[in-house]
């Protein structure tokens, strides 16, 4: 049974830094694409960033040039660390790990920005 826990969320004031963390375990198989995901009251989910196992990462727009996409191979974790922070970031984030025959959803960690 394959669990990602994340942690790292909470309350943090406009322009201010959080870093979360997602952590997997119990996988048979190589994660090959990690990322993370927020979905807004009254919003869909959303894209925010993937990293391949390779290193290659994607961004959405809304993030660019303030969120970094990292990850630990090692350790199955993957990480995201968000800068500059804005009220419109306020969302529950979640991680999703691909192998190359499923994908895995953590539980999601809120993430609250106060102007």
């Known amino acids: 049974q394959v669990q990602l826990v994340e942690s790292g969320g909470g309350l943090v004031q406009a322009g201010g830094s959080l870093r979360l963390s997602c952590a997997a375990s119990?996988?048979?198989?190589?994660?090959?694409?990690m990322g993370w995901y927020r979905q807004a009251p009254g919003k869909q989910r959303e894209l925010v960033a993937t990293?391949?196992?390779?290193?290659?990462?994607n961004y959405a727009d809304s993030v660019k040039g303030r969120f970094t996409i990292s990850r630990d191979n090692a350790k199955n974790t993957v990480y995201l660390q968000m800068n500059s922070l804005k009220p419109d970031d306020t969302a529950v984030y979640y991680c999703?790990?691909?192998?190359?025959?499923?994908?895995?959803w953590g539980q999601g960690t809120q993430v609250t920005v106060s102007s």
């Open positions: 999703r790990m691909y192998t190359d025959y499923t994908d895995y």
């Open positions: 119990g996988s048979r198989f190589s994660i090959k694409i």
């Open positions: 990293i391949r196992s390779g290193g290659s990462t």
